[in-house]
């Protein structure tokens, strides 16, 4: 029986929560392996152990995540800069009427400038805020941890093909049929 030491974290309902198999205090936190064969309850404070696990760092997704982010910033500023554009275009056309209206026309703009660069300031405040880090969700067990899940899944093999002998009749010698 070859078992991955990969083991990756789940989060189950706070209702389902079991006790962690280091502490014994009720967790929501489960480690399992990929191929769902072996799971336990840990707590989040274990996980954070290097003497019990280690996460896995998967560069790949982190750099696909940080060409994702500047891909994102790449398009807001297009759309800045498109924004900005059209912005003075539309000032340039409403200079030419201003020309014609006169000095009514001249006073509604500055009051529309005064509120188009009011709501660029509001725009530029909340993208200030980083999002969090997530916390790795693939982790490594310590070689003394992983032994004693491989021993448990092993002792489990073994009871069970002992329970399947002992349910079959013909693992049992015969009753003897001759006199004594």
């Not at 840990?42 to 996460?55: S, T, V």
């Not at 750099?63 to 900005?84: D, G, L, P, Q, S």
């Not at 805020?129 to 003394?144: A, G, S």
Request: net charge positive; with cysteine.
């Amino acid at each position: 029986m070859s078992l991955p030491n990969r083991w990756h974290l789940r989060r189950v309902a706070d209702s389902a929560a079991k006790a962690c198999l280091i502490c014994l205090k009720p967790t929501s936190s489960v480690l399992i392996t990929s191929d769902s064969k072996d799971f336990f309850y840990i707590c989040p404070a274990h996980l954070k152990d290097r003497g019990f696990c280690i996460p896995v760092v998967d560069t790949e997704a982190i750099e696909k995540a940080k060409r994702e982010e500047k891909e994102r910033e790449i398009e807001k500023v297009k759309k800045e800069y498109e924004e900005k554009v059209r912005r003075k275009e539309e000032g340039k056309k409403k200079e030419k009427e201003k020309e014609k209206e006169g000095e009514e026309a001249k006073k509604d703009d500055e009051k529309e400038k005064k509120k188009d660069s009011g709501k660029e300031s509001e725009d530029k405040k909340p993208s200030a805020t980083p999002p969090p880090e997530e916390p790795p969700r693939v982790f490594t067990l310590h070689k003394t941890f992983f032994q004693q899940r491989l021993d448990r899944l092993r002792a489990a093999e073994v009871a069970r093909r002992n329970k399947e002998r002992l349910r079959n009749p013909t693992t049992f010698p015969s009753v003897p049929r001759g006199e004594i």
